[in-house]
């Protein structure tokens, strides 16, 4: 976890009193991981972590699960009925007015609203102000060290490889008179994935024709397309280095299987990799002037390219997801469609940039990942698509 002295130096600047960390039973993840929950310990009752903005921070916890606090230093407090646990909590915040939790007002970023209603609603009833974490948990958690940012460019460096021995091996089959179907190309990048030392969450998406026009589709033996010349694939495959804290690497590519694309489905693209260019732009120009960025306005910024072109009902997800060790993170997402998100990005933090068009015969999605510096972004995910694979050129 990050260090306490630096999480309470963000409490102090952002001018809370603290950080309550609340579980049970596993619904609050962002705690688990804050707080750095002991790992041999069974925890099937509420428990609490106080992190005060200065002092030493606290548990809270039910009596028959103390035990694997047992010499480890901290400072552990136990109740036994509701009423203690009450008490115990009032206890702990002693003077706090304002604090941190995981919750979103509204719902507007569900990410971190891990908090139910009752326990923000018991909280407040005890005379504090609660707000969002949201910023807290990228802090926390969303910002990658320089070793995860080295671990993400071996990852990205070899997604790009293995993206382009699957479009080789599509060429190779096609060739020979084959059809591979969707389920072998995700054998195909799943083989090389370990080969490589990569791990992944999900096999990759291989869509073929209308099925590039899901976005989140998932080929099955029983529904998948096989590909034949002519045809139009996309391929989507994330993944990170079987290491220690390691993070995501995640990129889109298309490819048509033929000696040059039509027009229809080159007009689609040169859109959707414009609106992808105008975010990195936007977000690059932004910060080069010392200004800040936030998620909703980069997604207004691709959005909007895409909806000039007349194409701003067939995109229907938002622009760009929050990389971190999970392939979708919790710091800062780019949307304002499915969500408002206000955070803003920060140095450290990833994320994937990855606008859209999809339609009923086939989709197009371009994706690369952006890293924030300070004062400046860079694109890790390199090369970046400027046209249509074509599968059996001349």
């Known amino acids: 976890m990050t260090n306490l002295v630096e999480i309470q130096q963000a409490l102090q600047q952002a001018g809370l009193d603290g950080w309550l960390l609340f579980d049970f039973r596993g619904m609050n993840p962002i705690a688990r991981q804050v707080a750095a929950l002991p790992e041999e310990g069974v925890f099937s009752r509420r428990w609490v972590y106080w992190i005060p903005a200065r002092g030493k921070a606290t548990w809270l916890v039910h009596r028959i699960e103390a035990g694997p606090f047992t010499g480890s230093g901290a400072r552990v407090y136990t109740y036994v009925t509701w009423q203690e646990l009450t008490r115990g909590i009032q206890d702990l915040l002693g003077h706090a007015q304002r604090i941190a939790m995981e919750f979103s007002p509204g719902g507007a970023i569900p990410y971190v609203a891990r908090v139910d209603a009752g326990t923000i609603d018991l909280i407040r009833s005890l005379g504090v102000e609660v707000v969002s974490s949201a910023d807290l948990v990228q802090w926390v958690q969303a910002r990658w060290t320089p070793a995860q940012l080295a671990q993400h460019r071996v990852a990205a460096r070899l997604l790009d490889q ?197 339609l009923a015969d086939f989709g197009v999605r371009s994706e690369i990942n952006m890293i924030v510096g300070d004062g400046f972004a860079e694109v890790t995910t390199q090369p970046v698509q400027k046209a249509i694979v074509s599968l059996l050129a001349e």
């Open 162 to 358: 293995i993206k382009d021995e699957c479009f080789a091996w599509m060429t190779a089959e096609l060739r020979a008179g084959r059809s591979p179907g969707e389920v072998e190309g995700q054998q195909f990048v799943m083989r090389r994935f370990a080969e490589e030392g990569l791990i992944t969450d999900h096999p990759p998406i291989v869509g073929i024709n209308a099925h590039s026009g899901d976005p989140h589709y998932a080929p099955t033996a029983q529904r998948q397309f096989f590909l034949k010349p002519g045809d139009f694939v996309l391929l989507d495959l994330w993944a990170k280095l079987d290491q220690p804290g390691a993070v995501f690497a995640d990129i889109t590519w298309v490819a048509f299987a033929g000696a040059e694309a039509p027009a229809a489905q080159r007009q689609v693209f040169d859109i959707v990799a414009g609106a992808r260019d105008a975010a990195v732009q936007f977000i690059q120009q932004r910060l080069a002037a010392g200004q800040g960025v936030q998620g909703f306005e980069v997604d207004d910024a691709a959005r909007a390219v895409i909806q000039q072109a007349g194409y701003g009902g067939a995109f229907f997800h938002r622009t760009g997801h929050s990389i971190d060790t999970n392939g979708h993170g919790n710091g800062v997402n780019m949307d304002n469609l499915e969500t408002h998100d206000e955070r803003k990005l920060i140095p450290g933090v990833g994320f994937s940039i990855e606008p859209g068009i999809y």
